[in-house]
């Protein structure tokens, strides 16, 4: 049982070291959180990508602000 817990563990901080390289390297998704975010500290940022999704935003503040800019326009008026 140790065993096959070390090895979850194992792949688990596997994941987290290629995804974090890969995302330096630019073949990964970008991170669009905000700068206060866990996700941009120091070592917590190793993990981001292993971390389940609705724990980590995956659009920027311009994405989000360009969304809602499309949102609105195609809103009814209510005038």
Same mark, same amino acid.
């Given at each position: 049982? #140790?065993?096959?817990?070390?090895?979850?563990?194992?792949?688990?901080?596997?994941?987290?070291?290629?995804?974090?390289?890969?995302?330096?390297?630019?073949? %990964? #998704?970008? $991170?669009? $959180?905000?700068?206060? $975010? %866990? $996700? #941009?500290?120091?070592?917590?940022?190793?993990?981001? %990508?292993?971390?389940?999704?609705?724990? @980590? @935003?995956? !659009?920027?503040?311009?994405? #989000?602000?360009?969304?809602?800019? !499309?949102?609105?326009?195609?809103?009814?008026?209510?005038?």
């Amino acid at each position: 049982m #140790k065993r096959i817990i070390l090895g979850v563990v194992g792949l688990y901080l596997l994941a987290a070291v290629v995804t974090t390289l890969l995302e330096r390297s630019g073949r %990964w #998704k970008r $991170c669009g $959180c905000e700068p206060e $975010c %866990w $996700c #941009k500290m120091p070592g917590l940022s190793l993990f981001r %990508w292993v971390i389940p999704k609705r724990a @980590h @935003h995956l !659009m920027s503040p311009a994405d #989000k602000e360009l969304l809602a800019d !499309m949102a609105a326009a195609r809103a009814p008026e209510t005038d």
